[in-house]
């Protein structure tokens, strides 16, 4: 195999898209599941896999949307129950953007952490009871981008098997 091959090429291009997704779990601004996706789907279009190609990113397809519909569903269920709300995890996600950028990397977890706390010390007029309302906001946060990753090595695992495989 050489670069010059353009099976190899798309072969990296995928692997690449699919580093890059999971990567994007993390890291604002990158579409973590749909990066997934997007380089399972080059490999099936551009990859040579034939048929094997495309039952991979059926498959994909199904683990992404999944994924997707299970990240915020789950984690959204547990907040409504806790009673924060959507405007509490809007300032703690501004304030994680504005945090990452101001502090590479851990500054997302600050900022998130310190805008929760904020809203919710402005909503509820007491530190005290800021307190647990940020605390289940970072495990709904937490929860998300676990359920997000998960399906990312889901697709990562699938679209190594269809490259072993076919």
Partial sequence: MSLTDSQTVVTVVAALAIVAGL???????????????????????????????????????????????????????????????TSTLLAGGVLGIVGFFVVPVVGLVLGFVAGVWAAERLRLGDSRLAWPSTKQAVKAAGLSMLVEFAAGLVIAALWLAGLLLT
């Fill in 23 to 85: 990567a994007g779990v993390v890291v604002p601004g990158l579409p973590a599941l749909p990066l997934c996706w997007g380089g399972v789907l080059v490999w099936a279009i551009f990859g040579g896999a034939g048929m094997g190609g495309w039952a991979v990113f059926a498959v994909a397809t199904l683990v992404a949307a999944a994924g997707v519909v299970i990240k915020y569903a789950w984690p959204g269920r547990n907040l409504k129950r806790t009673g924060v709300p």
